[in-house]
């Protein structure tokens, strides 16, 4: 029983750590996938060929270690390169690999990292002059393959012939029977193919160089871009495959002591001895990267990496003092340095940067308070404020996958760190390792790590613009570090070790070791205990207050309703009946309208002290169990808003009602006072006079009883869901505006149609909107004194959902403040004017309540709020 307990938990550890990593739309493509196509091709060796129906090489080696833990079965496709990129264009293929990635491939293409890192070189016979440049070819043939990515590199230059051969093979047949001239291909995959076949006339020449953005320097997994989830599992798998086993192949493949040679040219070389010393600029306070110690030296990773290129070079990099990173990026603008150690590749920065490729990947994470659930998205996070330290790279990025994100820069990580303990930001970004230390060297107790973004941080070195040589120079030693001192230097600085990688076999002697002791006895009360504390925690982050009832006795709470209720503990809660939590008035409201429902309503809550507050209840039932969970949101605030917002709604209804009496009740007095002075004159007026004046009184009172209907059915209005007409409602909006608008000369230019458009809505509520709206219109425009005021309505019909829009001509909303308008209590007017609640009400009546969308954006002439209503919600 034992040894079948340990076997299965063996098992299930080792599907948890392969696949701890996928997100649940990867896991279902997993399923559902019974295999996946993938290509390869007859000869391209040792990346790719095959023999004897079997596929071989590297890339395969690589395929089958990465994928094994996945679920996802392997089925090859064997064909040439040329007959592989058709069947990958016609869907018959799910991936292709051993493939550059070009500018042309890119726009249909979706390319995983790079896999293998590779120094194109150029191939000519052994008595030839060494090739330097592309120049160097001008009228002569070099030979190429259709589909391979040497074709888009050689197009550019026409004075060069192209020689179309089959593979990489008869490419070097001709080169080695003179009737080509020279080719180009991966140092590597040269070397085997020379020695191996004995092509004794052919040698290496120089490294290609990079030509805008034709990169030929890594190879790379790639799928149709409709197709792009396999590539975000085969990077996360890569991801967490171990750096013994990746180092295990490049020996097979490549040799013991394989590490890419640094081959410098003539021009390279000169410059080395030229210079002799380089200004570098690194981030001053970025550990455990990089950073300045007390005596201003270079410490961190970043600077092991330059004490092996100054090994390897011959190259002193000298460290160039700065207080910040952005005075560093400033430094480089002015030339005062001529490149910075790490360094996020962006197309802003392309202007005064050459970079190299990305030597250092790191996971993006959040600090945050204690007492924060775990961030499983950052999508979640919403407008929440986070820091960023200025200039860093990686805020392009994050604004691009989390528009939503509202960045607060700061000057380096002890400042945002700061804004998080004060609770002046929501939490602070940057890589796992250099949080984890700062939490731990600055002994930072009240902040943790409380998610991973989905993105990671490639870093690169920068070389000035103006020091092209130098940037391929520092290329070249990044190529020459292998993995194993890649780990070495890691392995030095990051305190925390953020292990992908698994190592199965300690995993097995671990669990061999104690499950002999303990399985039996301790396992499944550990798991309860870890369910257990996991929702305690859960339920204790939440703002609501949850209460579980069995029996409708309390057995459970968490410390939202210690507080919302006013006990003590949750100890004191305890035992505590269900009707103690409730009014008498909302009592028989909650047992006959949702006792067999999970509804939410609103009712009055009760707490300890017998006080009562407005919430929204609502209720599950475990009925199997006789078990209540209840939940309770206090929205005392919401009323007092609600109460505050009605008010001022009735002043300006007041204002509105004045403005259209004040004509009426003028041509009243005219007839009246008319009447009397000509009894006063003693001027006997004729019958047909005084029943003309009495008819325009009787008319005009006729028109003031009709106005108080018009407001008393706006005021009184059931606030119910139901059908109703648009063009009804808003006639009945401009009735009750428009007197306003004219006593102050403002333009109503209504462009809304007189048709028929029906559409379900709760009655009342989108009026309290438009004209809430129009009457911030209103007072923009005498705020700001426009000569010749105007307010503009139109409507437009959408496939599902209608768009209103208000536009006046009042010079439009500063952009500092016009993200803040909805906000409870923002105003810009005097606190005798407004409350800074309408927009905010507002706001929360079109989203919440009528389901849609209100937004506003600033316009040539003015503001122009956006209302988006669908015709039905439920």
């Given amino acids: 029983m034992i040894k079948l307990l340990f076997i299965l938990l063996v098992l299930f ?23 996946i196509t993938i290509s390869n091709e007859f000869d391209y060796e040792p990346y790719d060929f095959n023999r004897n129906g079997r596929a071989l090489g590297y890339s395969i080696d690589l395929l089958n270690l990465i994928l094994k833990d996945t679920g996802l079965k392997i089925k090859y496709s064997t064909k040439s390169w040329d007959e592989l990129l058709k069947d990958l264009d016609n869907e018959k293929l799910d991936l292709i690999h051993t493939i550059y990635k070009t500018k042309e491939r890119k726009k249909y293409m979706s390319f995983s990292l790079g896999y293998s890192k590779v120094i194109q070189s150029y191939i000519i016979r052994e008595n030839e002059k060494e090739i330097d440049s592309v120049k160097d070819l001008f009228g002569k043939k070099v030979g190429v393959s259709e589909g391979w990515g040497e074709v888009d590199f050689f197009k550019k230059y026409p004075q060069i012939e192209l020689v179309y051969l089959k593979n990489f093979e008869e490419k070097l047949n001709a080169l080695s029977l003179g009737k080509i001239d020279a080719i180009i291909n991966s140092t590597n995959v040269a070397n085997y193919y020379i020695k191996k076949y004995g092509y004794i006339n052919l040698k290496i020449s120089n490294p290609v160089k990079k030509v805008e953005e034709v990169k030929l320097d890594d190879h790379h997994f790639a799928t149709l871009n409709k197709n792009k989830i396999l590539i975000s599992i085969i990077d996360k798998a890569y991801d967490n495959t171990s750096i013994e086993e990746i180092e295990k192949l490049n020996k097979k493949w490549f040799g013991v002591n394989y590490t890419p040679s640094i081959m410098f040219n003539d021009k390279q070389r000169s410059y080395i001895n030229t210079k002799r010393s380089v200004n570098l600029c690194i981030d001053p306070d970025w550990l455990p990267y990089e950073s300045l110690d007390k005596k201003g030296n270079h410490i961190g990773l970043s600077a092991d990496y330059f004490k092996l290129f100054s090994q390897k070079s011959g190259l002193i990099f000298d460290i160039v003092k700065t207080n910040s990173w952005s005075q560093s990026i400033e430094y480089i603008k002015n030339k005062k340095c001529d490149m910075v150690s790490l360094i996020t590749h962006t197309k802003e920065r392309e202007k005064f940067f050459n970079f190299t490729s990305s030597y250092l990947k790191i996971p993006i994470v959040i600090a945050t308070k204690l007492d924060i659930s775990f961030i499983d998205d950052f999508n979640n996070l919403k407008n929440r404020k986070i820091a960023l330290v200025k200039d860093y790279g990686i805020a392009k990025n994050l604004k691009e996958k989390y528009p939503h994100l509202n960045i607060v820069y700061v000057d380096n990580i002890s400042k945002g760190l700061n804004l998080v303990e004060k609770g002046e930001v929501f939490g602070y970004v940057d890589s796992f390792s250099t949080i984890s230390y700062a939490l731990q060297s600055e002994q930072r107790i009240k902040l943790k790590i409380a998610g991973e973004a989905d993105i990671y941080w490639n870093l690169s070195a920068g070389v000035r613009k103006d020091e092209p040589i130098l940037a391929n120079i520092i290329q070249k030693l990044i190529d020459s570090i292998s993995q194993e001192q890649k780990q070495k230097i890691f392995n030095n600085w990051i305190v925390i070790k953020y292990e992908k990688g698994i190592n199965y076999s300690l995993i097995w002697k671990i669990i061999l070791f104690f499950s002999i002791i303990f399985l ?29 009832f069995k029996d409708n006795k309390l057995i459970n709470s968490n410390e939202s309703a210690v507080k919302i209720f006013s006990f003590l503990n949750k100890k004191q809660m305890k035992g505590v009946l269900f009707e103690e939590f409730v009014s008498k008035e909302s009592k028989d409201l909650i047992y006959k309208e949702i006792s067999n429902s999970e509804e939410t309503v609103e009712v009055l809550a009760k707490r300890k002290d017998s006080t009562t507050f407005h919430a929204l209840f609502k209720k599950f039932t475990l009925k199997d169990k006789n078990i209540n969970v209840i939940s309770f949101i206090d929205i005392t605030h919401i009323k007092q808003l609600e109460s505050q917002t009605k008010q001022a ?8 009602i004045a403005h259209q009496w004040r004509q009426p009740l003028s041509t009243i007095s005219t007839v009246s006072s008319g009447i009397s002075l000509n009894i006063d004159l003693g001027v006997k007026p004729s019958y047909e006079s005084i029943s003309e004046d009495m008819n325009r009184i009787v008319s005009t009172t006729k028109y003031l009883s009709n106005t108080i209907e018009t407001f008393r059915n706006f005021l009184k209005e059931k606030k119910k869901k139901k059908e109703v007409n648009l063009q009804d409602r808003l006639k009945l909006v401009i009735s009750i505006v428009s007197d306003s608008l004219k006593s102050r000369h403002i333009l109503l230019k209504n462009n809304i149609k007189d048709e028929t458009f029906i559409f379900t809505t709760i009655v009342g509520e989108l009026d309290q909107v438009l004209i809430n709206i129009i009457n911030n219109a209103k007072d923009a425009l005498k705020e700001n004194d426009i000569k010749e005021p105007w307010i503009e309505l139109n409507l437009v019909k959408n496939k599902e959902n209608f768009l209103i829009t208000i536009e ?7 952009e500092k403040i016009i993200d803040k308008i909805f906000d409870p209590y923002f105003t810009t007017k005097h606190k005798s004017q407004g409350t800074g609640l309408g927009l905010h009400m507002s706001y929360k009546i079109v989203t919440e309540s009528l389901r849609g969308e209100l937004y506003v954006r600033n316009t040539d002439s003015g503001a122009k709020f956006f209302i988006e209503i669908p015709y039905t919600f439920d």
């Fill in 520 to 548: 039996l006895f301790l396992y499944k009360q550990h798991l309860m205990r870890k369910s257990i504390n996991e929702f305690s925690q859960l339920i204790d982050s939440t703002m609501e207050a949850i209460l579980i």
């Fill in 808 to 814: 006046d001509n009042a010079k439009g909303i500063p």
């Fill in 13 to 35: 550890l080792n599907f948890l750590y392969a696949n701890h990593k996928f997100t649940e739309k990867e896991l279902t493509y997993i399923k559902n996938k019974k295999y």
């Fill in 649 to 656: 709604q009735m002043g300006e209804m007041i204002e509105n």
